[in-house]
């Protein structure tokens, strides 16, 4: 669970929000809660001066929600092809195959069948997307993410643990 948790942190949360999960819901499941009020610590959130009243980035505590990659969703779809990445806080239990969804979706791409469309500039064509086509591209599935998703498959069961805290 903690190498999931370090791959969604390096590369899902690049485009996606996990906004409904708070640090805390990571205690003792991918990281104790010391390790967590450190990776909080590293983002910084709006609060207020006790003294002044003034508006001030504060640190994260691990009673805030994890933040969003983006400030709004313009600022998200200038920056992914036009498509506004979807949050993932609930992806394993809003997908009919829950975690195996996920699975698919990480590892699925392939080359367009004949006599399909191709996917607009900035797409990629996996079979077992809503739509068959993302904005997430197959670049990023190389043959190292692929082999360390198939290790971690039977792991991301416990993803579903992290979706319904």
Not at 87 to 95: G, P, S, V, Y
Request: proline letters at 5%.
């Amino acid at each position: 669970l903690r190498r999931v948790s370090k791959f969604t942190k390096r590369v899902c949360q690049a485009c996606h929000s996990l906004q409904y999960f708070y640090w805390r819901m990571h205690i003792d499941v991918t990281h104790t809660k010391d390790e967590m009020k450190e990776i909080a610590a590293e983002y910084l959130y709006p609060g207020m001066d006790e003294d002044t009243g003034d508006i001030i980035e504060r640190p994260g505590t691990i009673n805030d929600f994890m933040p969003k990659p983006y400030e709004n969703e313009i600022k998200a779809r200038l920056a992914n092809n036009g498509a506004n990445p979807p949050d993932l806080t609930a992806i394993n239990i809003a997908r009919e195959a829950q975690e195996d969804y996920l699975f698919a979706l990480l590892t699925g791409y392939e080359e367009v069948p004949a006599g399909q469309k191709e996917p607009d500039e900035g797409q990629a064509y996996n079979p077992y997307f809503h739509g068959t086509t993302s904005a997430w591209h197959s670049s990023f599935t190389t043959s190292l993410l692929i082999m360390k998703m198939v290790r971690f498959h039977t792991n991301l069961k416990s993803l579903k643990i992290l979706s319904s805290i």
